[in-house]
């Protein structure tokens, strides 16, 4: 394809909470004069788009688009440090001292919070099935007993008690090890690097990350993933827990995080990692349309071809 890029770069809606809560937050601390990367360059260093694995659940097995040893804590890590820049991580022990280091912290700048338990954010539809699903916000001040908060889930300036916010924040619920109360505040750059010196930091990291071991794993990752998947889809019957989740979820975030990867490394020449990456988005796609029809047999076939393609791409980014 000429002219345009063989991947058109994708915005809109789509559960990327915690770049769209650091892109928010770049465009407000005092940390550099130079422009910041986009929502998708952030995803891309965050790591995240290399790697899926397939975890079980009363409903079926369910498809995660991400690497299994990177939570969003590390992911958002990984990109702040390719940017050049450290900020503070405080791990408060209780809701006190929580609230005390919040004012302090809100002096300088808004605060990154999370992760947060969505069950308990009431303002999200079907909140009540949401626990254990992970969230990330900016908060932007404390108004008497009341907490404002960006949320990058569709809720801008968005107000609610703090006892509300706090059992939120909490995050009980969570499936990944984290600490309750985190933020995240203060950055500050120690270098500026160039679009390309950011890349080079990022590059090691995606390589470790798809690198990683897809072997007899308790939890099935890579292809073994992908194909283990295929079948559950291909055998049916399909739970509609299980076809909700990959519907409004797991297939549509991986297509985007896989396009978001895919501009990102055509911008930096690698070709052939891009070209996959961008098969891999459209096969989703593909997947989600097939299980909108109810198409199990479908949905198993695009699977089946996404198991080769994450092969072939493991082996394009670890030459």
């Known amino acids: 394809m000429s002219g345009w890029e063989a991947v058109v770069p994708y915005e809109g809606n789509s559960p990327y909470c915690y770049s769209n809560a650091l892109r928010m937050c770049l465009e407000t601390w005092r940390a550099s004069e130079s422009p910041w990367p986009s929502v998708g360059v952030l995803e891309t260093l965050s790591t995240m788009p290399f790697g899926v694995f397939l975890q079980p659940s ?3 097995p369910k498809l995660f688009f991400s690497p299994l040893s990177v939570d969003p804590d590390l992911g958002l890590e990984r990109a702040v440090d390719s940017l050049g820049a450290r900020w503070r991580t405080e791990h408060p022990p209780g809701p006190v001292q929580a609230r005390g280091l919040l004012r302090r912290a809100l002096e300088e700048g808004p605060v990154l919070a999370g992760p947060l338990d969505m069950s308990s954010l009431p303002y999200h539809p079907g909140h009540e099935q949401l626990r254990g699903v992970d969230h990330y916000v900016v908060i932007t001040g404390l108004e008497g007993d009341r907490i404002r908060i960006q949320d990058p889930g569709g809720y801008p300036e968005m107000i609610l008690p703090q006892g509300t916010f706090f059992e939120a924040w909490r995050a009980e619920g969570i499936p990944f090890p984290h600490h309750p109360y985190t933020f995240r505040w203060e950055l500050r750059r120690t270098l500026v690097p160039s679009p390309e010196e950011i890349f080079q930091r990022a590059l090691p990291r995606i390589v470790e990350t798809v690198r990683m071991d897809p072997g007899e794993r308790a939890v099935p990752v890579g292809p073994r993933a992908l194909r283990e998947a295929a079948e559950a889809f291909r055998q049916g019957p399909i739970s509609p827990g299980m ?15 896989s396009a978001d990867a895919a501009v990102f490394l055509r911008r930096f020449g690698l070709a052939a990692g891009a070209d996959l990456l961008g098969e891999k988005a459209r096969l989703l796609g593909e997947a989600g349309y097939a299980l909108s029809l109810s198409d199990g047999p479908e949905v198993a076939r695009t699977l089946d071809a996404l198991a080769s393609v994450e092969e072939r791409l493991r082996s394009a980014l670890s030459a």
């Open 58 to 60: 009363p409903a079926g």
């Open 243 to 257: 076809a909700s989740f990959h519907a409004r979820f797991a297939f549509p975030l991986g297509a985007r995080r």
